[in-house]
């Protein structure tokens, strides 16, 4: 007897005409996962306020370093011509940066004693109105200038309250 043998099947690869075995696409970067967007977010929320925390510093320090260098130039120009026009421009800056530190209607109206005063007491000093800072009041109305040596002590007195000022109040300084 005789068996039958198995006879190959009718079906081969060829005739199946199967699509061969797709493999998974790999795993991209992009789009980055929700976390990296929010902390990217944040990064340049950050980067925004540091940016305008440096702009605001150095405005600010480029208006303080302007108000210095005028003290300095009207320093040198009392120096040269020691006349009431250069003492009257200090009194001037010193209103302008006055009024850049305290509201207008405390600062603005005031004269004489009490323009100086004021200057003694927002610098917390007694020089305005009883040392060399008397010359900001008394000289638009003598003859003559006072001495050089009481100019330096004026202008010491000054700068003392612009540093002062500078350091009090450094963001109003800074508009």
Known sequence: MTQAQPTAPDNTFEQLQLADIHLPNTATDWPPAYGWWILLACGMGLLVILLRYQI??????????KIQTQLSQLEQQLKQDQSVETLAKINTLLKRIALQCYPQKKVASLSGQQWLAFLDQSSQSKHFTQGHG???AVTPYQAK???????KGLMTVVHHWVNTMIKIHPEALGK
């Open 56 to 65: 605001k510093r150095r405005k600010r320090h480029s208006q303080q370093k």
């Open 134 to 136: 008397l010359l900001l």
């Open 145 to 151: 200038m006072p001495e050089q040596k009481n100019l």
